[in-house]
């Protein structure tokens, strides 16, 4: 088992910053892909970024990719979302996920195996 737990949300200006974590616990955290997925109201869950197990690569979606970065730090079990250039469409609650196929980075939400319980964004215009 994997517990997860997403800190970091809150209300922002359109143009701020915000930096998501999620920190790990139980096995071993380095053995994980990991992502960030968010939802939006009335939206189904959409894949926002993916990490590989040592960080050596990197998915972002579209709507992201240039504003958003996702990386690790395996030595404390954290997961990060810098988030940048924040934009109204972002509003969501953002959940970070482990995925036991660790060497490769993983978008399908399906292939996750562990979730946490999400941190809600705001970004106001």
């Known amino acids: 088992q994997v517990q997860l737990v997403e800190s970091g949300g809150g209300l922002v200006q359109a143009g701020g910053s915000l930096r998501l974590s999620c920190a790990a616990s139980?096995?071993?955290?380095?053995?994980?892909?990991m992502g960030w997925f968010r939802q939006a109201p009335g939206k189904e869950r959409e894949f926002v970024a993916a990490i590989s197990w040592i960080g050596s690569s990197t998915s972002y979606a579209d709507s992201v990719k240039g504003r958003f970065t996702i990386s690790r730090d395996n030595a404390k079990n954290t997961l990060y979302l810098q988030m940048n250039s924040l934009k109204p469409e972002d509003t969501a609650v953002y959940y970070c996920?482990?995925?036991?196929?660790?060497?490769?980075?993983?978008?399908?939400?399906?292939?996750?195996?562990?979730w946490g319980q999400g941190t809600q964004v705001t970004v106001s215009s």
């Open positions: 996920a482990a995925a036991s196929r660790g060497i490769l980075v993983i978008t399908l939400q399906a292939l996750y195996d562990y």
């Open positions: 139980g096995r071993t955290f380095s053995n994980y892909g």
